[in-house]
Structures are given as structure tokens and as C-alpha cells.
């Protein structure tokens, strides 16, 4: 299941998590969180969907559906998360990979202050994995230094924290697992260079994909990172912005 906005531009949001879903061989359950007003530049305006008509989806889905994982994006406002709150407190068992998406590329806003810590305080909790990038993880942790921030954000409940390296530098992206009672995990990835619209959505959909299918966390991320890298490797032009990772490319585990 997958809750999160749409991209009107195709390159991010809930068609990148249809696509990477379905490219690794799972059914997706969309759930539209919000629509945006959006390009391969940069997100300008963004509106919530009812949390009424989520919590309705979400409800009607769980009682036809099974539901192997869950992940979530942008999510609008903070009467969205408290709707995925209760939803996930009646499913405890099912894995949730939360992208904590807050900022497009372009700077543009995707979350306010009052959602902001409304996932941290409620969501967070319930998460498997959150995947935030290194400007994420600096805003969400209180902490420029990426090990002290991981380590706020898991003493305030959350599993594991995949902090990604794709704004680094360098001739590899490196993103580390951080866990509680754990040295953390480092993966090692091939840097193509430049950025790439909706590769954080991807990354977290696919880590979900995996879940689904039965992989671990680790071989999730492994699996992830391997079709992300792929995806960009054959990255399309679409406009005038960043290119967007070709996610439709035939996939091989």
C-alpha cells in the first residue's frame, strides 16, 4: 500500500512508487495523500486530500486486500498522518517504510511545521525504516552531524534510519543504516553524477517492494539500491528540470 501525493510531472510521488512497485513485481494500493503543483523544477503549490475520504481508502482496501507492506511520502497535512496513525495502529505487524519527504530538489515546500512533528512524534513510532536524505535528516534529527541526528530520531521510537548520500560527493553514494543497539551499516553505490528527480520516492517504494516479497530489510535495501542505481543509468529528459530515472526498464534481480 502506498500513501503519498501526486506528481503531476510523472517524475516523483505516487507514479514512481506505482512504477517501481510494479517493476519489482508487486501490486501496488495507491492512496492519494495530496495533489501537488509540480514540474522536474519544483514544487509550487500542494493541497491535502480529505482525511476522511483516506481514512475510507484506506479501511476499504485492508478489508478486501492483503497487505504485505506499506509505504508513505508526502502526506499533506497533519490530519493525514493522524488517519495513517490510527490505520496503522489496527496493522502493527505490517512493515512501514516512511519516506519523510519535506522539500522538493527545488526548495519548494511539501510539509509545515505542525506535520513535520506530527511525524516524528506519531508516525515515526510505527516505521520500519524512514529514508530521509541528508537535508531530512538534519531538520528531522535537530543535528547537522548525520550519526547524532539518526540517533535523536531513533531514541524517539522510530526502528531503523536509512540516511542516503545521494546529495554528497564523491565517486560513491554511501547510505548507512543506523539502529539503536548496532554500529551502523554502510552500502556502497556507484555515483553517476547530477541530480535525479523522485530517486528518494523510488529508493523507499522499491525498499517496501521487497518487504512485500518476503526480503529482509537489508536485502530490501540491497535489492533498492541495485534498481534505483539502474533506473538512473537510464534516466529520461522529460523537461526543463532534473531528469527522471527510467523506472519502466525491464528489472532482474
Known amino acids: 500500500m502506498i500513501i503519498s501525493g501526486l ?3 510523472g517524475g516523483a510521488g505516487i507514479q514512481a512508487d506505482i512504477q517501481a512497485i510494479t ?27 480529505d482525511p476522511e475520504i483516506v481514512r475510507q481508502q484506506l479501511q476499504c482496501l485492508a478489508a478486501d486486500s492483503p497487505i504485505h507492506a506499506i509505504k508513505t511520502g508526502a502526506l499533506g497535512n497533519a490530519d493525514v498522518v493522524d488517519v495513517l496513525v490510527d490505520f496503522l495502529a ?17 526548495g519548494g515546500d511539501l510539509a509545515d511545521e505542525a506535520l513535520i512533528e506530527r511525524m516524528k512524534q506519531r508516525l515515526f513510532p510505527y516505521a520500519e525504516i524512514i529514508t530521509p536524505n541528508s537535508i531530512e535528516l538534519a531538520l528531522l534529527g535537530g ?5 547524532r541526528a539518526a540517533h535523536n530520531l531513533l531514541e524517539s521510537g522510530c526502528e531503523s534510519v536509512l540516511a542516503t548520500g545521494g546529495h554528497g560527493e ?3 553514494i554511501i547510505n548507512s543504516l543506523y539502529y539503536r543497539d548496532q554500529d551502523p551499516l554502510h552500502f ?12 528518494g520516492c523510488t529508493l523507499a517504494a522499491s525498499i517496501a517492494a521487497g518487504r512485500a516479497s518476503g526480503l529482509s ?10 534498481y534505483v542505481l539502474r533506473a538512473i543509468r537510464h534516466a529520461l529528459k522529460v523537461g526543463e528540470g532534473q531528469p527522471v530515472p527510467d523506472r519502466g526498464i525491464p528489472w532482474e534481480s
Not at 489496527?90 to 527545488?106: E, Q
Not at 556502497?188 to 530517486?199: F, K
Not at 530489510?217 to 541495485?226: E, G, P
Open 7 to 9: 506528481d503531476p510531472s
Open 23 to 49: 517493476a519489482l513485481g508487486c501490486h501496488p494500493l495507491p492512496v492519494l495523500s495530496c495533489l501537488t503543483v509540480q514540474d522536474t523544477r519544483n514544487v509550487y503549490n500542494a493541497t491535502a486530500t
Open 90 to 106: 489496527g496493522h502493527p505487524d505490517i512493515p512501514l517504510i516512511t519516506d519523510p519527504v519535506i522539500k522538493a530538489a527545488g
Open 143 to 147: 543535528d547537522e552531524d548525520a550519526a
Open 170 to 172: 564523491g565517486d560513491e
Open 188 to 199: 556502497h553505490i556507484e555515483r553517476i553524477g547530477g541530480e535525479y528527480h523522485g530517486t
Open 217 to 226: 530489510a537489508r536485502a530490501s535495501i540491497a535489492q533498492a539500491q541495485n
